[in-house]
């Protein structure tokens, strides 16, 4: 759920997207006309230009939710 900009514009205009999956490769969601790509990570890394706004990571535990030993 993160939101990154990349270096260049998409051909619909738009610098902003959406990351929906992580592994060897990024999927990405444009979020000015919803296009999907898929980029190699090194790729990814490579043009990406800065982290606009974090996701909320599913596996994470809110602090409430640990326990003291």
């Given at each position: 759920?993160?939101?990154?900009?990349?270096?260049?514009?998409?051909?619909?205009?738009g610098f902003e997207?959406?990351?929906?999956?992580?592994?060897?490769?990024?999927?990405?969601?444009?979020l000015t006309c919803e296009r999907r790509?898929?980029?190699?990570?090194?790729?990814?890394?490579?043009?990406?230009?800065?982290?606009?706004?974090?996701?909320?990571?599913?596996?994470?535990?809110?602090?409430?939710?640990?326990?003291?030993?």
């Open positions: 759920g993160d939101r990154i900009t990349l270096k260049k514009k998409h051909p619909c205009g997207w959406e990351v929906y999956r992580i592994g060897a490769d990024i999927g990405m969601k444009c790509m898929m980029l190699a990570r090194r790729d990814a890394e490579r043009r990406t230009v800065a982290r606009v706004e974090a996701g909320i990571d599913v596996g994470e535990e809110s602090p409430s939710a640990r326990t003291t030993e």
